[in-house]
């Protein structure tokens, strides 16, 4: 059976361009626009779960189409009518079938992860970039730090890939900053991403299990991201997270084994006035309940509210470290 094909028809020639389609993408899917509609339904088809920089089967498409492409990720429209090569055509399908095959999640299959403005190198030696942080940190984190030109020493405790860590860097100009984490491999991939933005005088990369490897640091701000998944939810997790590392997720039966150690601990390691800020998720309730005495701040973003506590250095309880 031959076919017209008017995407390859050249504008000046008066002659019916025709050649044999087989069936299947790869032979029927001839423009950006065609295998932009065909990863929308076979994503949405697949099941596939969207909690990893993108919100919908539509947004990654975009966003995997265009990485492969070589295209800029903030400029769809020029390019969707344009014919995409048998090459590319093969590349594009075998990123659709891996995303919806099995289930990597797309930051593991560009290489990339972005919080606001910042890219990062991601691989799955970390988890994928995600946090309520990244907002708070656009605006030096007021108004709990009242000048981020004054804050002098600041810490991003379980840092994975580094990337709170460079955030603060650039939200508080004046800091020492130090990223903390116990894993070599997210250390590894740290270090890439504070050479990427050339900040290895301003960044510190410290192996520590919490706050083993910082005894008598203290710091003007502490902010973490730890592992606060409950035993419950890492079994009903959805399959593009068991690409993640357990170890930057899984935190026991409650989800607090390191949330307490961070709260027994962080007084020990803050200056005077000093602020401590934890996301924690959807645990507000399982670390109310743990911590009835504690004076939580609760603190909102445009992403969600509840899911980030914050508490005065002299407001934690003393230290034991």
Known sequence: MTDHCEHCQPADSDEVHTHEHESGPLAELVTLRDWLRYAVTRFNRAGLFFGHGCADAYDEAVWLLLHTLSLPLERLDPFLDACITADEREALFAVIERRA???VPAAYITGEAWLGDFRFHVDERVIVPRSFFAEMLENGFAPWVEDAEQVASALDLCTGSGCLAILMAHAFPNARVVGADLSDDALEVAHL??????????????KSDVFDGLAGRRFDLIISNPPYVTADSMETLPAEYLHEPRMALAAGEDGLDVVRRILAESRAHLNPGGVLAVEVGHN??????AFPDLPFVWLSSSGGDDMVFLLRAEELPESRA
Do not use: K, P
């Not at 991403?193 to 410290?206: C, F, S, W």
């Not at 507000?284 to 309940?289: D, L, N, W």
């Open 193 to 206: 991403n504070v050479a990427e933005y050339g900040l290895e005088e301003q960044v510190e990369l410290v």
């Open 284 to 289: 507000r309730h399982i670390v109310e309940a």
């Open 101 to 103: 095959e099995e289930r």
